[in-house]
Each structure stands twice: as structure tokens, then as C-alpha cells.
């Protein structure tokens, strides 16, 4: 079984930061695209950066210049640094890892179980 756990979420300022981790364990033969998704009340969940294997990224262009989104690969680890923070970036934040536990079997998709981010005065 594959697990991962989120930490990093809680309550800052406009203008402040915040950096998101989660980190992926059980059994794991690699890790291809690790991204961040978030959903407010009503909405669906929305991508808000991914990062692939290689290292390459892809942003959101509501979160461009202010979000940097990282990786550990000997950790299983996935960052999200979140500067500027603004009263509309409060959601719920999901990590979503694809996954290939056993060589030759197919990948799968994994998803955190949620942190709270809010972005209030």
C-alpha cells in the first residue's frame, strides 16, 4: 500500500508565506509527476503546479511568480512554496503522486488527504 501525508497548511496574513510537504511511503519503485491541487466549497478541484520526474514544472497562471513547486526524490517528497499569498488562494490543498510500485506493472495515481490553507487578515 501507498500512503502520503500532507503537512504545512494553516493560517497566514495576505502577503505572507506558507510551504506545503507531503511525502509518499510503503511501497514505492518510483514516482513519476508529483502535483498540487486545491478546491474550495462548490468548485472542482483545480491543478495548481506539477512537477515530473525529470524536474520540469508547470503552474497554474494564477499562482505564476508566486508558487515554486519542488522535489525530493530521495525522500518521496514533494514542496510547495507559497509566497504573496492572497485571500483567494484559500482552499483545501491535495498532492496527487503517479505511482509504479512494482517494475513492469502499471502506474497508478495517489492522492493526500487534504490540508487547510486560509488567507484572511
Known amino acids: 500500500q501507498v500512503q502520503l501525508v500532507e503537512s504545512g497548511g494553516g493560517l497566514v496574513q495576505p502577503g505572507g508565506s506558507l510551504r506545503l510537504s507531503c511525502a509518499a511511503s510503503g511501497s514505492i519503485f518510483s514516482i513519476n509527476a508529483m502535483e498540487w491541487y486545491r478546491q474550495t466549497p462548490g468548485k472542482q478541484r483545480e491543478l495548481v503546479a506539477a512537477?515530473?520526474?525529470?524536474?520540469?514544472?508547470n503552474y497554474a497562471d494564477s499562482v505564476k511568480g508566486r508558487f515554486t513547486i519542488s522535489r525530493d526524490n530521495a525522500k518521496n517528497t514533494v514542496l510547495l512554496q507559497m509566497n504573496s499569498l492572497k485571500p483567494e488562494d484559500t482552499a483545501v490543498y491535495y498532492c496527487?503522486?503517479?505511482?509504479?510500485?512494482?517494475?513492469?506493472?502499471?502506474?497508478?495515481?495517489?492522492w493526500g488527504q487534504g490540508t487547510q490553507v486560509t488567507v484572511s487578515p
Open positions: 496527487r503522486f503517479t505511482i509504479q510500485t512494482q517494475p513492469l506493472k502499471y502506474e497508478y495515481q495517489y
Open positions: 512537477i515530473s520526474s525529470g524536474g520540469s514544472t
